[in-house]
């Protein structure tokens, strides 16, 4: 299961739309891994006013891993957290995340390329 819903939270799902905040609150506690990568680039990126900061280690073991390819695989919890933080966010390999500022089309639409997917490949990413 990707995350643990409130009774609360499902009740409000059952009734109709999801307060953004709410959703955003459970994506962050039922994946903390996923939560604190996000969350430490957004500062990161917001810090140094790149255009966007990424993240290249690799997660410390499979649950981790886990969190982040159920949050930024899912539209719903990686939208949520792009408008919690006003960002836009990508990701690579399993464990690459990028944070961009929105105004960063070109740097984020270089590191959507497959050109960029082929370049980040590592052999021992391959399991990943």
Known sequence: MSLTVSNDLLDQAKAGDVDDEAFVACVRDSLPYAWSVISEL???RYRSGAEFTDNTVPPP????RGQLLRCLASDSMRGAL???FGVRLAFQNCHRVAVFHPSATE???EFVTARSQILNQMPELVDC
Do not use: I, K, N
């Open 82 to 84: 792009e408008r919690h």
């Open 42 to 44: 957004v500062e990161q």
């Open 61 to 64: 073991d499979e649950s981790a």
């Open 107 to 109: 740097a984020h639409a």
